[in-house]
C-alpha cells in the first residue's frame, strides 16, 4: 500500500513538474493573424469553395471535348434441338460523341462558370478580411484586459497601503475603528475586482486562442511590442474625417470584394439566363464508333464494324419545363441586382458609421486623458486632506474611485481608438491577405 502511495505521488510530480515546464509560445499581432489566416475553419471553408469553383470551370471546358466510351462483353449461347450446340461470343466496342452546337448553353455555362469562380474568390478574400479583423479586435481586447488588470492591481497595492496606515493610527489613538473597518471593506472590494478583472483577461485570450485555431490548453503570451498602451496625438492629424465621405464611400465601393462579389453575381445570373434560353434552340451533336467481334478472343477482330453520324434534336414541348428553367433564371437575376443595391447600402453606411467611429474614438481618448489628469489631482488633494485630519476617508475613497475610473475609462479610450482604426481599413476593405 505505502509502495502504491509512493508511486501516485510520484506521477502526479511528474504531470505538474510537465505542465508548468511547458515552453511559452508568444504570439504578436502579426503571428496571430497569420494563424488564423492558416488554421481558422471559416478560411479553410471558404478556401475549399474557390478550389471547388475552379473544378467546375475545368468541367465548362470540358464540355467542348468529345465524350469517349469503351465496352467489351461475352455471350454464351446453346442450342438443344434438333441437334445440341453452344457458341461463345466475344465483342468491344469504341463510341465518341461531340457537341457541336447547343443554343449557346455550353459557351453560357462556361462564362458563369468562371463568373461564379471570381464571386468565390472575392467571397474568399472578404471572409479573410473579416477574420483578420476579428482577430485584431480580440487581441486588442486581449491587450486592454492586460491593462485593467495592471489598473486594479495598482489600486489595490495602493488602498493596502492605506489600510496599513490607517491601521497604524488607530493603534496610536489618531483615527477611529470605523476608518479602519471602511478600508478593510475596500480593500475586499479591490480584491474583488481584481478577480474579475483577471477572470476578463484568462477568457479574451480563450476566446482569441479559439479563433486563432490553436489548442486551448497550450501555454500562451499576448505580447506586441509594436502596439504601446498609449497614442501619439500626432497621429490625428492624418485620420480621415465624415467631411470626406463621398470620396471615402466611392473607394470603399472600388475596393471591397463583397461589392465587387455583388456585381459579378448579376453578370453570372445573365449567364445563366442565356443557358436557360439555349432550351428553346435546336443541338446538334457528332458521334463515331468502332466495334470487333468474334467467337474466340483469337477470332474477336473478324468482324469489325464502324459508325460516324450527326443528329440534330430539338424539344419541341417538355411540359413547361423549359419555361420553369428560365422563369427561375430571371429572378436570379432580379434578386441579383436587388442585392447588389442593398451592398451598396450596407457599405454606405459601414463607411459613414466608421468614420463616425474614429472620430468619437479620438474624442474620447483627448477627454479621458484631460479626466486622469484631474482626477488624479482630485485625489492628492483628498489624500493630503485626510493624512492632514481635515478630510474624511469617504472623501478619499469616493477620489480614489473616480481616479480608477478615470483610468479604466482611458485604457478602453486607447483600445477603442486603434480597433476603430483597424475597422476603417476593415471597412474600406482594400488589403489582400
Do not use: C
Request: aromatic residues 10%; hydrophobic residues 35%; glycine residues 6%.
Amino acid at each position: 500500500m505505502r509502495t502504491k502511495i509512493t508511486w501516485i505521488f510520484f506521477l502526479s510530480l511528474l504531470i505538474t513538474s510537465a505542465m508548468y515546464s511547458q515552453e511559452q509560445r508568444v504570439i504578436s499581432m502579426e503571428n496571430a493573424v497569420a494563424l488564423a489566416l492558416q488554421h481558422n475553419p471559416t478560411v479553410q471553408q471558404s478556401k475549399n469553395s474557390v478550389d471547388l469553383s475552379s473544378s467546375s470551370v475545368l468541367s465548362a471546358y470540358g464540355d467542348y471535348l468529345p465524350s469517349v466510351s469503351a465496352s467489351g462483353g461475352f455471350s454464351r449461347n446453346g442450342r438443344i434441338q434438333p441437334t445440341t450446340s453452344v457458341t461463345n461470343g466475344y465483342d468491344a466496342a469504341f463510341q465518341a460523341r461531340l457537341k457541336i452546337f447547343d443554343g449557346l448553353g455550353r459557351e453560357s455555362d462556361l462564362w458563369k462558370a468562371i463568373s461564379e469562380r471570381q464571386i468565390t474568390e472575392q467571397q474568399y478574400l472578404r471572409t479573410k478580411q473579416t477574420i483578420v479583423y476579428q482577430v485584431q479586435s480580440s487581441y486588442l481586447t486581449v491587450l486592454r484586459n492586460e491593462q485593467l488588470v495592471k489598473v486594479s492591481e495598482e489600486n489595490l497595492k495602493r488602498d493596502q497601503q492605506q489600510l496599513e496606515r490607517i491601521v497604524e493610527s488607530n493603534r496610536v489613538g489618531a483615527l477611529a475603528i470605523g476608518d479602519v473597518y471602511r478600508q478593510q471593506s475596500q480593500v475586499a472590494l479591490d480584491e474583488y475586482n481584481l478577480i474579475t478583472a483577471k477572470n476578463n483577461y484568462d477568457i479574451s485570450v480563450a476566446d482569441l486562442v479559439e479563433l486563432l485555431g490553436l489548442d486551448v490548453l497550450g501555454n500562451y503570451v499576448i505580447a506586441d511590442p509594436t502596439i504601446p498602451p498609449d497614442l501619439d496625438v500626432n497621429e490625428f492629424s492624418s485620420l480621415p474625417t465624415p467631411g470626406n465621405f463621398t470620396e471615402l464611400r466611392e473607394r470603399a465601393l472600388g475596393k471591397r470584394p463583397d461589392y465587387l462579389s455583388a456585381q459579378e453575381k448579376i453578370k453570372s445570373t445573365r449567364y445563366g439566363v442565356r443557358s436557360a434560353f439555349s432550351g428553346y434552340i435546336p443541338s446538334v451533336n457528332a458521334s463515331a464508333g468502332y466495334s470487333f467481334g468474334g467467337g474466340t478472343l483469337e477470332s474477336i477482330t473478324t468482324n469489325k464494324t464502324w459508325n460516324v453520324g450527326v443528329n440534330v434534336s430539338w424539344n419541341i414541348f417538355d411540359g413547361f419545363l423549359r419555361n420553369l428553367s428560365y422563369q427561375n433564371a430571371k429572378v436570379q437575376e432580379r434578386n441579383a441586382e436587388i442585392s447588389l443595391a442593398q451592398t451598396e447600402r450596407t457599405v454606405s453606411v459601414d463607411v459613414k458609421k466608421a468614420l463616425l467611429e474614429v472620430e468619437a474614438a479620438r474624442k474620447q481618448y483627448e477627454a479621458s486623458v484631460k479626466s486622469v489628469t484631474s482626477a488624479e489631482q482630485d485625489r492628492k488633494v483628498a489624500e493630503e486632506k485626510y493624512n492632514l485630519g481635515s478630510g474624511t476617508l469617504i472623501d478619499l475613497q469616493v477620489a480614489n474611485a473616480n481616479y480608477i475610473n478615470a483610468q479604466a475609462n482611458k485604457v478602453n479610450a486607447v483600445y477603442n481608438y486603434i480597433i476603430a482604426k483597424y475597422n476603417l481599413e476593415y471597412v474600406f476593405g482594400a488589403r489582400t491577405y
